[in-house]
Each structure stands twice: as C-alpha cells, then as structure tokens.
C-alpha cells in the first residue's frame, strides 16, 4: 500500500496551491482520506479530511475556509486545494487514510492510519 503527494512548492503568500495524493495497493473509498501538516520543530497537525463517499469533510480552525478538500474514488485521489496562503502554511504536508473513520474521526490518527511521504509548501511573505 502506498500514498503518493505531490503538488507541493514555493509560494508567494496570497497564492494558492493544490495537493494531490494517489493511494495505490488498495482502495480507501470505505474510510476517510485527509491531510496533516508538520512545521519545524512542532508536532504533526491535522489539516483537513473527507468521508470514504466524499459526502462529508472536517477541518481544522486555523483553514477558516481557505483550504478544500476533495476526492475522485475512481482515482483512489485526494486533493487539497489551498487558496491564500499564508507564510505559517508552511509545513510538509502528510496525506493520511484510514479504512471505514469517519473524516472527523481521521483528525485523531491510530494506528490504523496509513501515511505518505509527504509534500513540502513554502508560503514566502
């Protein structure tokens, strides 16, 4: 089993990037799919997540409506689509799925989680 991110990059703040992670081996469309962030010398955070029928998302606070999280099923894809970015955005950013958690529940990772490799994004001010 595999997640694969990509869409990371340096950006100016005010811009906008999208985050795409493909998950190979299996499919995640029982469970939620969704994505954390690990700045430098802090912890890993959640960002945001999606149902298993895309039907249903959570996020965390700080996105305050910046940030949307989406899935394509047919792809076994999540994307985050981040729109006015900030220079704190900056982080790596982690796709993460859990078979049958609810996107609410994926916010509290188990053990149970896979994760990818991670994605850089540099918001410059």
């Known amino acids: 089993v595999q997640l694969q991110a990509s869409g990371g990059g340096l950006v100016q703040a005010g811009g906008s990037l999208r985050l795409s992670c493909a998950a190979s081996?299996?499919?995640?469309?029982?469970?939620?799919m969704g994505w954390f962030r690990q700045a430098p010398g802090e912890e890993r955070a959640f960002v945001a997540a999606?149902?298993?029928?895309?039907?249903?998302?959570y996020y965390a606070d700080f996105v305050n409506g910046r940030f949307t999280i989406s899935r394509d099923n047919a792809k076994n894809t999540v994307y985050l689509q981040m729109n006015t970015l900030k220079p704190e955005d900056t982080a790596v950013y982690y796709c993460?799925?859990?078979?049958?958690?609810?996107?609410?529940?994926?916010?509290?990772?188990?053990?149970?989680?896979?994760w990818g490799q991670g994605t850089q994004v540099t918001v410059s001010s």
């Open positions: 993460t799925a859990r078979p049958w958690a609810s996107a609410q529940a994926l916010a509290v990772p188990t053990r149970d989680n896979y």
């Open positions: 999606v149902s298993g029928s895309g039907g249903a998302t």
């Open positions: 081996g299996r499919t995640f469309s029982t469970g939620a």
